[in-house]
């Protein structure tokens, strides 16, 4: 899983909350991203970040968001507003410029009770 | 969207036997990945092949492109139990800022 971190492994959530995801990372990549897998499904980006203080959404923005203070951390609340967060969530990063090899971590489940 | 749709979407073989995965993807590409997913895990990248490369060999690993076709496979030779995973393509179209995947592969390796 390289040197990326996600914590926790497995999160539950009551219906109206809002929960964060956390993705660290100590690689030194510029790049990082958010994706969410569901079953039998391949990914689908949420969100990325070529630089600190910048992110751009992805194919299925809607409901989540995210910040990047630190080129290290990515964290991505999964808000209210998105009515289907039951899936795998996983955290990925790259040099800049090289997107196309990313660094995959752990996941985190979400449960939604 | 969608671009990489992986065939089969599941495969049960042997160990020692060869198993072989195609991917078949929508629009022009810088290069085409392939990943490998073991259950409840994250990605591990596994090979790349750029769009004018044909064929490339990694340790049991063979991956060929046919950017005519628009499809690639990934071949894994002499295949062992702990080869068992989801095997995911990955493609970068050109323009973009992330990777597309498809549905991937589940593979099984009886032992």
Not at chain 1, 87 to 104: D, K, V
Not at chain 2, 29 to 34: A, K
Not at chain 2, 61 to 87: F, H
Request: charged share 20%; glycine share 8%.
């Amino acid at each position: 899983d390289g040197g990326i971190t996600q914590s926790p492994k497995y999160l539950f959530r009551k219906e109206g909350q809002n929960v964060t995801l956390s993705c660290e990372q100590n690689l030194n990549h510029d790049a990082m991203y958010w994706y969410r897998q569901d079953p039998g499904q391949g990914l689908r980006l949420i969100y990325y970040s070529q630089i600190v203080n910048d992110f751009q959404k992805g194919d299925i923005a809607e409901g989540y968001s995210v910040s990047r203070e630190k080129k290290e951390s990515f964290p991505l609340t999964v808000t209210s507003a998105q009515k289907n967060p039951t899936a795998f969530y996983l955290c990925a990063s790259s040099i800049l410029g090289n997107q196309e090899t990313q660094y995959f971590g752990p996941g985190t489940r979400l449960l939604v009770l | 969207s969608q671009q990489g749709e992986e065939d089969p979407q599941a495969l049960s073989i042997q160990e020692g036997e060869n198993a072989t995965m195609n991917c078949s993807y929508k629009t022009s590409i810088n290069n085409l990945q392939w990943y490998r997913q073991n259950s409840g895990r994250g990605l591990v990248h596994l090979i790349l092949i750029r769009s004018n490369e044909r064929e490339k060999h990694s340790g049991r690993l063979r991956v060929t492109l046919d950017t005519s076709k628009k499809s690639s496979s990934l071949l894994i030779t002499a295949s062992r139990a702990a080869d068992t995973a989801s095997y995911f393509c990955a493609t970068l179209a050109r323009g973009a800022d992330g990777l597309t995947f498809g549905k991937g592969t589940h593979l099984i390796i009886q032992p």
